[in-house]
């Protein structure tokens, strides 16, 4: 397919978002960026979404949509059709429930214009809700030029920076690369792979992306066994990260370890058989680890605790007790 140049193809995967897609689409619509082509993919969504997706398309030129019916694919399926049917020199990613700063790809464009030689910038985002009344300010920062080992190390820092939003890519360096069907946290798994295509990354640290917390999305819904694919992706992370950037090891080993401290909190609560073999395999992975762990600086007090609960055996019993307390938000 022949590009346009400078167009920016923006993907935006819709489904059970007819309470925010018109928020997100407007925020698109008002980009001060004009050259750009929205496309809505809508994965055969239960509510008034696909009457949505049709009114924009008829209403814009510049709003495609594709209908996909019983795909089942989800979000990941969704992003690749999106992908098969861009027309722009660059691509983005947003999700339906989110929405963006008005300026966002005149700022993520920009970085291209002055840097010839970068093939992905990045932007901060905000957490906001129903309630957010006051958005953090966007004043001109000075750009942090990256490469891939870097991108991995700031993604290990902030795991919500491994999310494909609030990201501008060449369209090129997705020849070869689609996201992987069937997984939760599909970013993760894709996001070093792009890293390491891009090479030439430039980031800027003003909240441009709105990432918004109050709906139940997938990756915000509750806890379910899919979850568990966000341990696989760190696992995917430190066999990558071994073989190409050695000095970030013990980084990502430690960011392992306390997901695995977040997640067993859930399988604590679990009584079928995978749920029970699961908090099992982690409890004895941690407990052979556990000095390792105790001498990690990059692991909280508060997941150390953990660590000791967990060697004492006390773990489950603990998050049981707090379970049937209501008591929810324990970090």
Request: with cysteine; charged share 20%; net charge positive.
């Amino acid at each position: 397919m022949n590009h346009k140049k400078g167009l920016i193809s923006i993907i935006v995967p819709v489904y059970k978002a007819e309470k925010y897609l018109s928020r997100c689409v407007e925020s698109l619509l008002l980009q001060t960026y004009k050259n750009i082509e929205i496309i809505l993919i809508d994965d055969d969504s239960p509510d008034n979404c696909p009457q949505l997706c049709d009114n924009y398309a008829r209403q814009y030129k510049n709003i495609n949509v594709i209908h996909l019916k019983n795909s089942g694919i989800g979000v990941s399926g969704a992003r690749n059709a999106g992908l098969d049917n861009t027309s722009g020199e660059y691509v983005a990613f947003v999700d339906s429930d989110d929405f963006v700063h008005s300026d966002l790809f005149s700022i993520l464009k920009n970085v291209f214009e002055k840097n010839s030689t970068a093939n992905m910038s990045i932007c901060s985002y905000q957490k906001v809700s129903e309630s957010t009344k006051q958005f953090d300010p966007i004043n001109s920062k000075d750009e942090i030029i990256l490469d891939d080992m870097g991108a991995m190390n700031m993604i290990i820092d902030d795991q919500n920076m491994s999310a494909v939003w609030s990201k501008l890519y060449r369209k090129s360096i997705f020849e070869d690369l689609r996201f992987p069907v069937g997984k939760h946290n599909e970013d993760m798994f894709l996001m070093p792979l792009i890293f390491q295509k891009a090479k030439n990354i430039v980031y800027t640290p003003q909240p441009l992306y709105y990432y918004f917390q109050d709906n139940e999305s997938l990756c915000r819904a509750a806890f379910n066994y899919n979850m568990l694919d966000m341990i696989y992706a760190i696992e995917v992370w430190e066999k990558q990260i071994k073989m190409q950037y050695p000095s970030l090891v013990y980084k990502v080993m430690s960011h392992y370890y306390t997901s695995v401290f977040n997640i067993s909190q859930y399988l604590a609560n679990k009584n079928d058989a995978y749920g029970k073999d699961k908090f099992s395999y982690f409890q004895q992975k941690i407990n052979a680890n556990f000095f390792y762990i105790l001498g990690s600086k990059y692991i909280s007090l508060n997941n150390k605790f953990k660590l000791f609960l967990f060697k004492t055996k006390l773990f489950r019993p603990f998050f049981r007790l707090l379970h049937a307390l209501n008591i929810k938000n324990y970090q």
